[in-house]
């Protein structure tokens, strides 16, 4: 078992800036073996991908976020994080940490961004 626990989540207004962290626990289960993933729901609409870091620190972005969000990772630590620059009204969403381990797809319950003036 894995569990992802988010954070770092609030209203930002746009131009703004937020870093999400997510922790990860588990017996047997590292950051640093494992792929990572941010995805966000925005309201009444489907869940999306963000952005992922694999081994060696190798990371994808979607079209819609790339050049403004990063997502980085502290082994020690076993915790994920997602700066958010130039955030935008669309970027408002709950977003979610995510992992693929043993073949089972693990989810946190996710931290709420709102970007508004």
């Known amino acids: 078992q894995v569990q992802l626990v988010e954070s770092g989540g609030g209203l930002v207004q746009p131009g703004g800036s937020l870093r999400l962290s997510c922790a990860a626990s588990?017996?047997?289960?590292?950051?640093?073996?494992?792929?990572m993933a941010w995805y966000r729901q925005a309201p009444g609409k489907e869940r999306e991908w963000v952005a992922t870091?694999?081994?060696?620190?190798?990371?994808s972005y979607a079209d819609s976020v790339r050049g403004r969000f990063t997502i980085s990772r502290d082994n020690a630590k076993n915790i994920v994080y997602l700066r958010m620059n130039s955030l935008k009204p669309e970027d408002t969403a709950v977003y979610y940490c995510?992992?693929?381990?043993?073949?089972?797809?693990?989810w946190g319950k996710g931290t709420l961004v709102t970007v508004s003036s």
């Open positions: 995510n992992t693929l381990y043993d073949g089972i797809n693990f």
């Open positions: 588990g017996s047997g289960f590292s950051i640093n073996i494992n792929s």
């Open positions: 870091i694999i081994i060696g620190r190798t990371t």
